[in-house]
């Protein structure tokens, strides 16, 4: 009866996964879908992250520190996620992929997590997307929210998504195009 529930579970998990695009263009580069992860906090299901590069690999080393557009797509599916939790969870990923960050990363890490003023609800999406010389750019809800300058920043950022220590293990695998 157990495994019946997980594999009951399992499909339906699967077949609630949004829709992304095959590619997108960041800045004035076409970038490819590398890969599509679900991020779950306990048994609930919060986002699908959608990870996209200039070409596919599966490198995250390669990808976190790789000077070239790339972008995150998060996708919610959970009802709604309140906008403290969403600076929280922000705030706790910076710590483990930048612990003791410089005053000037520190300072663009706050104006960063500034951005998360409203929950998320399902179908709603957060578009981080990184240009060299430029920065990364944050769109929640289709509203550019602003830029925030820096490759340490971009690093630490998608180290929160693919570094050492991720966010969620399975949305890095299934973000790197390896689930």
């Not at 829709?19 to 919060?46: A, H, W, Y």
């Not at 390669?62 to 403290?84: L, Q, R, S, T």
């Not at 550019?144 to 490759?151: H, M, N, R, S």
Request: proline share 5%; with cysteine.
């Amino acid at each position: 009866l157990c495994l019946a529930f997980l594999v009951c579970m399992a499909g339906g998990a699967s077949a609630n996964v949004p829709s992304f695009p095959s590619e997108m263009t960041i800045g004035q580069t076409r970038c490819v879908l590398n890969g599509i992860g679900l991020r779950k906090k306990l048994v609930v299901d919060v986002y699908y992250g959608a990870l996209y590069l200039t070409e596919k690999t599966s490198d995250a080393k390669a990808i976190i520190d790789m000077d070239k557009p790339k972008g995150i797509v998060m996708h919610f599916v959970y009802k709604e996620v309140e906008a403290e939790k969403l600076v929280e969870t922000w705030k706790e990923g910076f710590e483990k992929t930048a612990p003791g960050a410089p005053s000037a990363l520190k300072a663009r890490l706050d104006a960063f997590t500034a951005y998360f003023t409203e929950p998320m609800k399902k179908g709603e999406e957060i578009r981080l997307l990184y240009e060299p010389g430029v920065g990364t750019r944050v769109v929640i809800k289709g509203q550019e929210k602003g830029v925030v300058p820096g490759a340490d920043f971009m690093k630490a950022l998608w180290g929160i998504f693919l570094g050492d220590k991720p966010a969620s293990e399975a949305l890095k695998k299934g973000m790197l195009g390896q689930s």
